[in-house]
């Protein structure tokens, strides 16, 4: 990576022992903390990057190999190395505020009646209103001072929010200054960050081909995104902004009319949209909002409704709020987009662990500004309950995750005549007779070694993120590997060469060494990913943590019976059978030989020096975390799952004894009480980072 001293650097950490280099982290946790205090926040960078980035390497190594020793101070546990300090408070000096919702014509009918109650002799005939896109993103608060932008916060609670300056500063379509006539002392803009839908789908794309997981929808990705620590992340995704409202405004007269000052901070160059219109009344405003109903699978963007506000700042003054919404303004929703199109076939789709599970193929359709043609099916019972057959309209529904679901068949008279789905005997990508666990709804394929649909999963697997990750190793340099023959179980991946991998599309010279050398790097991953890139079923990147750390070597856990296994914490009697009976499999004992043949090292943990005995091997051991908010990819219960499979703690509420507060999407008032408390609060990636 960096040439002599990299490589000095590696070959010294590799072979210090366990006293000296618990010394070295001593040594190097409070260096790089300093380095990067220095850097970020001081800007008095005292070493070039490239002997930081040594140093990190140096801890990382270190700390691959004696996880025992890592500090819950390491620079290598925040997100990403270019660490910013946690998310602080963002006070609103006037409250973000949300609205009230309407469904119907009807409602929004009533709410122009009750303005107009309200208003009595100052209401108009026709109330100007303004009618907007109800983006689908996150709010966020910009402040520029003498037209620089200062800052930027999420909305919160209404009253405070996160500052999120650092990621706001990567969003290009937010300008840094603004320029133009009458600009203010201070400016409150507010308005939504969202991922555009191409930039959004493109993203996927790429996260699949890393092996990495999708995001479900565009909001929670935008929101995951702002609130990273690493402002490198932000950096890298297409996250855009359009603004819609004013906070405070100091030092400057704009125009009397929501619509006017918009157009004004659009002319400063920050960009509003231009699909906002006014309408003179309320059947104006309802025409507006159908018609932009008509546009909503054409837009770049998801919107998921239509906002509606008075246009004129006085008559806003006097119809003033409710709680936390005001009076002269409403959401009306649009449902969400359902289209009728064509079940084509249900097709059956193999996993990694050989679960046979139903797809719906569909002609393609747009929903919501997306093209799709798969749905998915849960299982058998599904299917069943559905009465879907091929052939079928069906009626499908996607409210804004990327997968839509089926929600019902379209009764035709064909239906009757079409055959009911048939369930496959065999695994449809190597027919070996398919067998169905006693009780259980799921069809699996037994030819875990050579069925070619898990033979591409299970390699996709090793190579991910989560596993030996390998970059470059993406879905279809696998799918094309297991095509061509040269990939036929995982240890094949060490014999190919670098003129093999040649052969594969838009695979160059270049690309081809890398990956080799990624490959030859992964060989060198600690146990306990190495024991998860297995595959073995049950066993996740947590409970293979559990197992290597307390057997320390492969040998041991291929001896261990289900009796010892099970006095592992968080080892149960079917995770425990699971690995018996894998490494019982004589097909599975031969690949992990040949694995080790081929140099996987399966490195050996090191026993805890003695005063470490019984000490918390993971950082979040003996921690007291509260969640909070909607977290971007766990649920909450897996969080807590995972964060006491490794010995930490989950209450419900915050209190001085919380450690981490772990906040999500519209973490509200347990966000206020963590930073009013000075609890440390977290994200999600960091906590991943603490946990892996
Ligand atoms: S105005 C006082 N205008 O919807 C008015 N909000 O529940 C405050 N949103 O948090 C909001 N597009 O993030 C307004 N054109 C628009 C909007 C919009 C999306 C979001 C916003 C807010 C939520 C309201």
């Not at 969080?639 to 450690?659: F, H, M, N």
Request: glycine share 8%; hydrophobic share 40%.
């Amino acid at each position: 990576m960096y040439g002599q001293d990299a490589n000095e650097v590696r070959r010294r950490a590799d072979a210090m022992p366990l006293e000296a280099a618990r010394a070295r982290i001593e040594e190097l946790v409070p260096e790089l903390i300093r380095h990067n205090q220095l850097y970020h926040v001081e800007d008095a960078a005292e070493i070039d990057d490239r002997s930081y980035d040594l140093l990190y390497r140096e801890l990382e190594i270190l700390e691959n190999r004696f996880p025992a020793l890592v500090r819950e101070d390491s620079p290598t546990l925040r997100v990403g190395d270019t660490p910013v300090p946690e998310l602080t408070p963002f006070e609103h000096r006037t409250p973000m505020l949300s609205l009230s919702n309407a469904f119907s014509d009807e409602e929004m009918r009533d709410f122009d009646t009750r303005l107009k109650r309200i208003l009595g002799d100052d209401a108009p005939e026709h109330i100007r209103y303004s009618v907007e896109p109800k983006l689908d993103g996150l709010a966020l608060n910009l402040i520029y001072e003498d037209g620089k932008l200062i800052a930027g916060g999420t909305r919160g609670n209404g009253t405070t929010g996160e500052d999120v300056t650092h990621n706001v500063r990567t969003i290009r379509a937010i300008p840094e200054s603004l320029s133009g006539e009458g600009l203010p002392r201070r400016l409150s803009v507010r308005g939504e960050v969202f991922f555009p839908t191409g930039g959004f789908l493109r993203m996927n794309e790429a996260r699949e081909a890393k092996g990495v997981k999708r995001f479900e929808n565009p909001r929670n990705a935008a929101a995951g995104t702002l609130r990273q620590l690493n402002p490198t992340v932000a950096a890298g995704r297409p996250l855009t902004f359009l603004a819609y409202a004013l906070g405070e405004v100091e030092g400057a007269l704009l125009p009397g009319a929501h619509t006017a000052q918009i157009d004004t901070v659009g002319s400063w160059g920050i960009p509003v949209n231009s699909l906002n219109r006014t309408a003179n009344g309320i059947d104006e405003v309802i025409a507006a909002i159908s018609e932009l109903g008509a546009k909503r699978d054409s837009l770049p963007y998801e919107i998921d409704g239509a906002v509606v506000k008075v246009d004129d700042l006085a008559l806003q003054a006097e119809l003033g709020f409710v709680t936390r919404s005001p009076r002269w303004a409403i959401a009306f929703k649009y449902p969400p987009p359902r289209v009728h199109t064509i079940l084509e076939k249900v097709a059956f789709q193999v996993g990694r662990t050989g679960a046979i599970t139903p797809v719906a193929w569909l002609a393609p359709v747009r929903v919501g500004g997306v093209t799709v043609s798969r749905a998915t099916l849960h299982n058998e019972d599904q299917v069943r309950r559905l009465d879907l057959r091929e052939g079928d309209t069906v009626a499908i529904e996607r409210s804004g995750d990327v997968i839509p679901k089926v929600v019902h068949v379209v009764p035709d008279e064909g239906h009757a005549d079409r055959a009911p789905v048939d369930f496959p005997e065999a695994c449809p990508e190597c027919n070996t007779p398919a067998s169905r666990e006693e009780g259980q709804a799921v069809l699996r394929c037994p030819n875990t070694l050579s069925c070619p649909a898990q033979v591409r999963a299970a390699i996709r697997f090793f190579g991910s993120r989560r596993a030996m990750d390998i970059d470059g190793l993406g879905e279809k340099v696998v799918d094309q590997l297991v095509e061509l023959g040269l990939v036929r179980r995982v240890s094949d991946l060490f014999a190919l060469s670098a003129h093999d991998l040649t052969m594969l599309d838009r695979m160059g010279k270049r690309s081809a060494e890398k990956l080799i050398a990624a490959i030859e790097a992964s060989k060198k991953q600690p146990l306990e990913r190495a024991l998860a890139a297995l595959g073995i079923s049950e066993v996740g990147e947590s409970t293979a943590r559990d197992v290597a750390r307390h057997f320390r070597s492969l040998d041991a856990i291929i001896a261990a019976t289900e009796e010892q296994l099970i006095e592992v914490d968080g080892v149960g009697a079917i995770v425990a059978s699971k690995l018996v009976a894998f490494f019982a499999d004589e097909g599975h004992r031969a690949e992990v030989m040949r694995l080790r043949e081929f140099g996987v090292e399966f490195p050996e943990i090191a026993p805890p020096a003695p005063e470490d005995e019984g000490s918390p091997a993971s950082p979040v051991a003996g921690q007291v975390f509260v969640l909070t908010g909607t977290l971007p990819t766990l649920k909450r219960s897996e969080a807590k799952a995972r964060i006491e499979a490794v010995g930490g703690k989950v209450t419900g509420s915050v209190s001085k004894k919380t450690d981490f507060l772990v906040a999500g999407e519209a973490a509200g008032s347990k966000l206020t009480k963590a930073t009013s408390l000075g609890v440390t609060v977290i994200d999600e990636a960091t906590l991943l980072e603490m946990l892996a």
